[in-house]
């Protein structure tokens, strides 16, 4: 069935740390992976995003790598700081028209 | 604000009443999404359409769910029937679809509370 994995549900790192979070996903078809950042009471936000002709893609503090073999991608955060502290959700499209479905959330805390 | 709207944004129903949710999306997004989210967890698929076209609703959805998009523009959700079990946030979302049928970024809304005593 569609089905994303992701793991952990909760990660606690001190500032300064790394953070890494990673998603599987079910269907090989799939060619879209956006990661989306919620903070408490708010709207879930894209702060980053993939598609399955390229492995990995950097934007400042925040990385993502894609292994289409295992079906898995993981989100990298370096150099975290206490406005990181979130939920984030992976997500991968699945059928040609682009239905995204979601992980189960990652709860961040980063401890000043 | 140019961003996607809902109304209302919290709804206290009793259960057996039926409820109507009204989604705004970005004016040139044909795509609009509506998902449901509970605590502690990740949005849940319900439904999309791509302009008017309802392209697929989730097996898991009850027939008491039914969304509409008539003209293409805003969407309502309807929940006939209420039960406590759909006690939940329902967070509508529009995108752009791209060339080749991909999906762009979803702009979510503040989402609809719902909560059924």
């Known amino acids: 069935g569609e089905n994303v994995e992701q793991h952990p549900s909760t990660l606690s790192v001190q500032e300064g740390d790394s953070a890494v979070i990673k998603c599987t996903y079910s269907?090989?078809?799939?060619?879209?992976f956006p990661w989306y950042k919620q903070e408490l009471g708010k709207r879930p936000q894209l702060i980053i995003d993939?598609?399955?002709?390229?492995g990995e893609k950097k934007d400042q503090r925040i990385a993502v790598t894609l292994n289409k073999t295992a079906k898995h991608f993981s989100l990298h955060i370096t150099e975290t700081q206490p406005e990181d502290s979130a939920v984030y959700f992976c997500a991968a499209s699945f059928t040609q028209r682009g239905k995204l479905i979601f992980g189960q959330g990652t709860e961040l805390s980063v401890k000043p | 604000d140019t961003g996607v709207s809902q109304d209302p944004r919290h709804k206290i129903t009793k259960r057996g009443q039926n409820v109507t949710f009204r989604c705004d999306p970005i004016s040139e997004h044909n795509r609009l999404y509506w998902y449901r989210q509970t605590l502690g967890q990740g949005p849940e698929f319900l439904t999309y359409?791509?302009?008017?076209?309802?392209?697929?609703k989730s097996r898991l959805l009850s027939d008491r769910f039914s969304a509409e998009r008539p003209k293409g523009s805003f969407s309502t959700l309807e929940i006939q029937r209420t039960e406590q079990g759909d006690s939940a946030m329902y967070l509508c979302?529009?995108?752009?679809?791209?060339?080749?049928?991909?999906?762009?970024?979803?702009?979510f809304g503040e989402g609809s509370r719902l909560t059924v005593l």
């Open positions: 359409f791509q302009n008017e076209a309802q392209l697929e």
């Open positions: 993939i598609r399955s002709n390229v």
């Open positions: 269907d090989s078809a799939s060619n879209y």
């Open positions: 979302a529009s995108s752009s679809g791209l060339a080749g049928g991909h999906t762009g970024e979803l702009f």
